[in-house]
């Protein structure tokens, strides 16, 4: 069964996508993005992949941070929360990983924006094969 409509729009899930080059980011919704109609996956399909890189996945890239991300930091209220987040999208990118995450204007959400990127990115070629066919389900011009 894949992922329903109340899921896609009251869970923060987090997706994964490859693009021409092989590179792979991290898309995360907050209740808000949009969930690609070919990823045609499961709850445990997310959750597999997001813990094979959160906890498999070595660090091997130095990062860089964009505008948004830092723009964020200041304007947030809760800085214990947002230490935890950047915390989180770092070591992602920092794994070789493109991190986005869906930024909120009011009611509508505007599209992705990039939080992270690696110097070094990792290409779906050097993934586990299991986790290579599930993020290989969504394939985007470029990340």
Not at 29 to 52: I, N, Q, R
Not at 54 to 74: E, F, H, I, Q
Not at 114 to 139: G, Y
């Amino acid at each position: 069964m894949s992922i329903s409509l109340l899921d896609q729009t009251t869970r923060d899930l987090d997706w994964f996508a490859t693009d021409g080059s092989g590179a792979v980011a991290r898309f995360s919704m907050g209740g808000w993005g949009a969930f690609p109609d070919s990823a045609d996956l499961e709850m445990k399909d997310l959750d597999d992949v997001g813990k094979y890189v959160m906890d498999v996945l070595s660090c091997r890239s130095n990062v860089m941070l964009s505008d948004a991300l830092k723009r964020g930091r200041k304007a947030t209220r809760c800085k214990r929360i947002w230490r935890q987040f950047e915390a989180e999208v770092r070591q992602t990118a920092a794994k070789g990983i493109y991190v986005y995450d869906v930024a909120e204007l009011g009611k509508r959400p505007s599209p992705y924006v990039l939080l992270a990127w690696p110097v070094s990115a990792i290409h779906t070629c050097d993934l586990e094969p299991k986790f290579r066919q599930l993020i290989e389900k969504v394939h985007l011009k470029d990340v």
